[in-house]
């Protein structure tokens, strides 16, 4: 009777496993048949726009793609990126450039996040290749948390992504002129809306949606900065800025939220881009990415 019942439950469990799986790979089909179906809108079919370059190595969504896409038509100078808010170091907008021989600074309030990253990245933080910073971020600290780890003035990319001050910290840099910016907008908030929350020195978001500014209020902002907004990406998440002499004839007219704004689309969120993330594939091809 018990090995019966053993042989009941272990059948059980494995149809539990597939019932899993299968829900999994559901939702995979499911996501990547909306993004499919989104592209194919009108309004992406102009040469110009940014939307259909959109793909996924290590970021949260298309990121990655989109930054390559920019890269590609503006060229790079230094190959440095400045990043804060990082995650666990596996998925950022800057860890696919890591494969590409960039260099840069990573910035995280989490203890356990940069401990992780020092441990598994060792070897490329040891060759300069990387700088991990553990520190909570804040207007009076950014500055300088950046110039003692950057030595360039000017770097090809900055990223922004802290859940709540991105605008106040962002406007507190001076230490660095960024070719191209990366923030985190409020897509709550459509166009023509300002909206910017105030700034707390240690707000922590909650899940909800006080935090960040909307795409108008950045718009709008960081063109008098000498940035031009040059597109979203499909989820709604992440605005990408250019200095405005490198724009020339290169990307979708007008630079504007009305243009360029994506609507809250977080459910596309989580798609794969192959296999589980892991530390050890960076951490293992540094002699076979040397030239």
Not at 123 to 134: D, F, M, P, R, T
Request: glycine share 6%; hydrophobic share 40%; proline share 3%.
């Amino acid at each position: 009777m018990l090995e019966k019942l053993k042989k009941l439950m272990h059948h059980f469990t494995l149809s539990l496993d597939d019932i899993s799986v299968e829900t999994s790979r559901a939702r995979q089909l499911s996501i990547r048949t909306e993004i499919d179906r989104l592209r194919s809108n009108e309004r992406y079919k102009e040469p110009k726009s940014l939307i259909p370059f959109g793909g996924k190595i290590y970021s949260q969504n298309d990121e990655d793609g989109i930054i390559r896409e920019i890269f590609n038509r503006i060229g790079t100078t230094n190959k440095v990126f400045v990043e804060f808010g990082i995650g666990n170091g596996l998925e950022n907008n800057t860890l696919a450039l890591l494969f590409e021989d960039w260099q840069g600074l990573w910035i995280d309030a989490s203890s356990d996040s940069i401990t992780s990253i020092r441990n598994h990245f060792s070897e490329i933080i040891g060759s300069g290749k990387l700088a991990v910073v553990e520190s909570f971020i804040t207007k009076a600290n950014i500055d300088n948390l950046i110039a003692t780890n950057v030595k360039h003035r000017e770097i090809d990319l900055l990223s922004v992504d802290i859940d709540g001050n991105d605008y106040h910290v962002l406007q507190a840099i001076s230490c660095i002129t960024p070719r191209v910016i990366v923030i985190e907008y409020n897509a709550k908030f459509a166009p023509p809306v300002l909206f910017c929350m105030d700034y707390t020195e240690t707000h922590m978001w909650t899940g909800d949606d006080c935090f960040g500014a909307s795409l108008k209020f950045l718009e709008t902002n960081l063109n008098k900065m000498g940035y031009c907004l040059v597109g979203c990406n499909l989820t709604g998440a992440n605005a990408f800025f250019i200095r405005r002499e490198l724009v020339t004839n290169k990307f979708l007219e007008p630079f504007t939220a009305e243009n360029h704004f994506e609507p809250a689309r977080y459910y596309l969120s989580g798609y794969a881009s192959g296999h589980t993330p892991t530390y050890e594939t960076l951490a293992r091809s540094l002699t076979m990415r040397v030239s």
